[in-house]
């Protein structure tokens, strides 16, 4: 029986992997700045799913296959806090299926909070169902920009990677929402750890389902010097935050000007917030 249904899901998936996401172009977008503190936000959206208790989970479950005029309201407020930040992670988006009443929420939030980049990764293609997404949006330009399939037992998870300033010298951007399971987040960070490895100004940030501390000792990301919040960082749930599992990790080449735990619940994780700066040096050669 499990092993029918487990087939039947796999067929499902394979059978909808393509397209894979999309991207609103980079025409019209503001050159990077490096000279100015950059603001950084990373947000689990819920796909726009207002949760305040643990009984929303059931209450609210349907919302995660069927249209709610509310959603549109919710996603609402969120723009409105998107609109302080210049370069955001989003996890957990829907990019465009019954759910969401075929609306990329990674576009609406972009046009909503008047930032003209976005980038929208489609994870698990549900068709119809569920369309879900990491998203990226930005106020400048990037050098450029892709996307990775995170290795685990279940597919659908995904990193970004956004690279900015100079191309010898990059700040690169990696955003992701990482899985439950320990082992497999042993597998991501590997993965995400090799791909960070010749970067000397990097951005971990997203939803990774870990504390701090194991993360830094206990996973890849120990061989890294990245720094980051401190452990009381907690942003899950919303309503009584007692987990930090969302995150943004920094080089020590990277001034944190600012950081913080936004108080901002209308998902049932919160927002993290940070500004940095590149080093001096590094924006004089630009």
Same mark, same amino acid.
């Given at each position: 029986?499990?092993? +029918?249904? +487990?087939?039947?899901?796999?067929?499902?998936?394979?059978?909808? %992997?393509?397209?894979?996401?999309?991207?609103?172009?980079?025409?019209?977008?503001?050159?990077?700045?490096?000279?100015?503190?950059?603001?950084?936000?990373?947000?689990?959206?819920?796909?726009?799913?207002?949760?305040?208790?643990?009984?929303?989970?059931?209450?609210?479950?349907?919302?995660?296959?069927?249209?709610?005029?509310?959603?549109?309201?919710?996603?609402?407020?969120?723009?409105?806090?998107?609109? &302080?930040?210049?370069?955001?992670?989003?996890?957990?988006?829907?990019?465009?299926?019954?759910?969401?009443?075929?609306?990329?929420?990674?576009?609406?939030?972009?046009?909503?909070?008047?930032?003209?980049?976005?980038? &929208?990764?489609?994870?698990?293609?549900?068709?119809?169902?569920?369309?879900?997404?990491?998203?990226?949006?930005?106020?400048? +330009?990037?050098?450029?920009?892709?996307?990775?399939?995170? #290795?685990?037992?279940?597919?659908?998870? @995904?990193?970004?990677?956004?690279?900015?300033?100079? @191309?010898?010298?990059?700040?690169?951007?990696? &955003?992701?929402?990482?899985?439950?399971?320990?082992?497999? &987040?042993?597998?991501?960070? @590997?993965?995400?750890?090799?791909?960070?490895?010749?970067?000397?100004?990097?951005?971990?940030?997203?939803?990774?389902?870990?504390?701090?501390?194991?993360?830094?000792?206990? !996973?890849?990301?120990?061989? !890294?010097?990245?720094?980051?919040?401190?452990?009381?960082?907690?942003?899950?749930?919303?309503?009584?935050?007692?987990?930090?599992?969302?995150?943004?990790?920094?080089? #020590?080449?990277?001034?944190?000007?600012?950081?913080?735990?936004?108080?901002?619940?209308?998902?049932?994780?919160? #927002?993290?917030?940070?500004?940095?700066?590149? #080093?001096?040096?590094?924006? %004089? !050669?630009?």
């Amino acid at each position: 029986m499990y092993k +029918r249904i +487990r087939s039947q899901i796999n067929g499902i998936l394979k059978s909808q %992997e393509a397209p894979r996401g999309t991207c609103s172009g980079s025409e019209h977008v503001p050159d990077f700045e490096p000279q100015r503190h950059i603001r950084l936000l990373t947000f689990n959206i819920q796909v726009g799913i207002n949760t305040s208790s643990y009984r929303h989970y059931v209450t609210r479950s349907w919302q995660h296959f069927l249209p709610n005029r509310r959603r549109f309201e919710n996603l609402d407020r969120i723009a409105s806090l998107l609109k &302080q930040y210049d370069v955001v992670a989003l996890q957990e988006c829907d990019g465009g299926s019954l759910r969401s009443g075929y609306v990329n929420q990674v576009q609406y939030l972009a046009e909503a909070a008047g930032i003209p980049y976005w980038y &929208q990764q489609l994870n698990r293609n549900m068709g119809q169902l569920a369309q879900h997404s990491n998203g990226l949006l930005s106020r400048y +330009r990037p050098l450029d920009v892709a996307e990775h399939r995170l #290795p685990g037992l279940i597919p659908g998870r @995904g990193a970004i990677i956004a690279r900015y300033g100079s @191309g010898d010298d990059p700040l690169v951007l990696v &955003q992701m929402h990482l899985s439950l399971s320990k082992s497999a &987040q042993q597998r991501q960070l @590997g993965y995400v750890r090799d791909l960070i490895a010749d970067y000397q100004h990097v951005v971990l940030m997203g939803d990774m389902n870990a504390h701090a501390e194991q993360l830094l000792t206990k !996973t890849p990301l120990k061989e !890294t010097d990245l720094v980051p919040l401190p452990g009381t960082a907690h942003s899950f749930p919303s309503w009584r935050p007692e987990k930090a599992l969302d995150h943004i990790m920094v080089s #020590p080449s990277l001034e944190i000007r600012r950081a913080e735990v936004v108080s901002y619940p209308v998902s049932d994780h919160l #927002p993290i917030a940070m500004d940095i700066a590149l #080093p001096k040096g590094y924006v %004089e !050669t630009f």
